[in-house]
């Protein structure tokens, strides 16, 4: 079981930045797997879409198309028992980049942090961002 809590969430004007992060706790590794740490976000009245992923194992990273340039995923180096925690720093926000979002995770034994949100077995409340003049 790993829990997820994001926090950073808040109403900014278009062209400012944020820094979301999500701690997760639990069993957040395995003999054979690490945690994928995946952001996603869901605008009012839109489905739930994939923005970005970090694999905790090798510090990997992925990013949607949409928000290469303005987003950027990291984690903490700090090693805290077996507590995570990733960060989504966002720059340059638009109005679009308007969204619930939220941190999931799912353990993997490969190198690839899927972006299918069904398979990702965990997550959190979710936090809101909102970008408005």
């Known amino acids: 079981q790993v829990t997820l809590v994001e926090s950073g969430g808040g109403s900014v004007k278009p062209g400012g930045s944020l820094r979301l992060s999500c701690v997760a706790t639990g069993r957040t590794s395995d003999t054979h797997r690490s945690l994928c740490l995946g952001w996603f976000r869901q605008p009012p009245g839109k489905d739930r879409e994939w923005v970005a992923s970090i694999h905790t194992g090798g510090d990997f990273t992925w990013s949607a198309d949409s928000i290469k340039g303005r987003f950027a995923v990291s984690r903490d180096s700090t090693k805290i028992g077996s507590q995570i925690t990733a960060y989504l720093q966002m720059n340059n926000l638009k109005p679009e980049d308007t969204a619930m979002y939220y941190c999931?995770?799912?353990?993997?034994?490969?190198?690839?942090?899927?972006?299918?949100?069904?398979?990702?077995?965990?997550w959190g409340p979710g936090t809101q961002v909102t970008v408005s003049s």
């Open positions: 999931a995770a799912r353990l993997t034994a490969g190198d690839y942090c899927t972006e299918s949100a069904m398979l990702h077995d965990f």
